[in-house]
Nanobody, 112 residues
Framework: QVQIEESGGGSVQPGGSLRLSCVIR????????TSWFRQAPGKSREFVAA???????DYADSVKGRFTISRDNALNTVYLQMNDLKPEDTAVYYC??????WGQGTQVTVSS
């Protein structure tokens, strides 16, 4: 059984930073690409960032240069470092691992 546990969400002011973590158990983590998605109120879930098994990252245009995705295969963990946060980054952030497992989400709120 795959278990996914996200943490690190919270409330910050614009320009602030947060680091999300996602621990994944019950699957051979190192051989699967992982991603972060987000869903803002009233909007569809959208892609944020993905990391390959080799550690190469891909990003949505809206977060390029501000967010960094990384993974630690020894800890079965994927991270999302979020800098220079904006109010439009407010959403529930979801961790995803191929071939189709989702976490429960963690809330990120950016507000002054």
């Amino acid at each position: 059984q795959v278990q996914i546990e996200e943490s690190g969400g919270g409330s910050v002011q614009p320009g602030g930073s947060l680091r999300l973590s996602c621990v994944i158990r019950g699957i051979t983590f190192s051989v699967h690409p992982t991603s972060w998605f987000r869903q803002a109120p009233g909007k569809s879930r959208e892609f944020v960032a993905a990391v390959t098994t080799a550690g190469s990252g891909d990003y949505a245009d809206s977060v390029k240069g501000r967010f960094t995705i990384s993974r630690d295969n020894a800890l079965n963990t994927v991270y999302l470092q979020m800098n220079d946060l904006k109010p439009e980054d407010t959403a529930v952030y979801y961790c995803y691992i191929d071939p189709g497992f989702w976490g429960q989400g963690t809330q990120v709120t950016v507000s002054s």
